[in-house]
């Protein structure tokens, strides 16, 4: 059964980098053609979708957030990552990692991020 | 302010039918990509509910359905009971992107 779970920094400075991970088990991101994803939800609003990378490394970005935002892949780990730069209150939410195939369809149980001094 | 508009609030009567719509544009809905509707019950993460615009994975009750046409997408939710309370959102493309609708938070009165 695969899963995903978050780890990182739950509070970080305003300006400062927001870093996340996500590991996988119960499948190897290297094998298939999957978006390993990463979705945010600020307190008492939506779903905003930050990006993707493929297993290769490559992906897209929010527009958003394209400026400030990396997400890579370790295979070797089974991990895949996040980085948010210049953080600022507006990033706090509830950051969710999830694989996506024919939709969304496993998720992380997500880790709340505040972005405070 | 969400790529796809969703109302912010329904509700429903246990046994009734519900839906819930989402509108979207020529870039993403209405070029066609694949619309796909998520359940968030409170305090947790969302679940896929319907994928394909009207596929439901395993364990999803039949109660759930979906439909397409032209810019719109809906989810329509049949005798309403009281664990369908929850935060429903849909999903489609623009290009390579993702893009969420506002959500809707469904009320079983």
């Known amino acids: 059964q695969l899963q995903l779970q978050e780890s990182g920094s739950g509070l970080v400075r305003p300006s400062q980098t927001l870093s996340l991970t996500c590991t996988v088990s119960g499948v190897s991101i290297g094998s298939g053609p999957h978006c390993w994803t990463w979705i945010r939800q600020p307190p008492g609003r939506g779903l905003e979708w930050i990006g993707f990378?493929?297993?290769?490394?490559?992906?897209y970005y929010n527009p958003s957030l394209k400026s400030r935002v990396t997400i890579s892949v370790d295979k070797s780990t089974n991990q895949f990552s996040l980085t948010l730069h210049s953080v600022t209150a507006a990033d706090t939410a509830v950051y969710y990692c999830?694989?996506?195939?024919?939709?969304?369809?496993?998720w992380g149980q997500g880790t709340q991020v505040t972005v405070s001094s | 302010q969400s790529v796809l508009t969703q109302p912010p609030s329904v509700s429903g009567a246990p046994g009734q039918r519900v839906t819930i719509s989402c509108t979207g544009s020529s870039s993403n809905i209405g070029s066609g990509y694949d619309v796909h509707w998520y359940q968030q019950l409170p305090g947790t993460a969302p679940k896929l509910l319907l994928y394909g615009t009207n596929n439901r994975p395993s364990g999803v009750p039949d109660r759930f359905s979906a439909s397409k046409s032209g810019t719109s997408a809906s989810l329509a939710i049949t005798g309403l009971q009281a664990e369908d309370e929850a935060d429903y959102y849909c999903?489609?493309?623009?290009?390579?992107?993702?893009?969420f609708g506002g959500g809707t938070k469904l009320t079983v009165l």
């Open positions: 990378v493929y297993h290769t490394g490559s992906g």
């Open positions: 999830a694989r996506e195939d024919s939709g969304i369809d496993y």
């Open positions: 999903q489609s493309y623009d290009t390579s992107l993702r893009v």
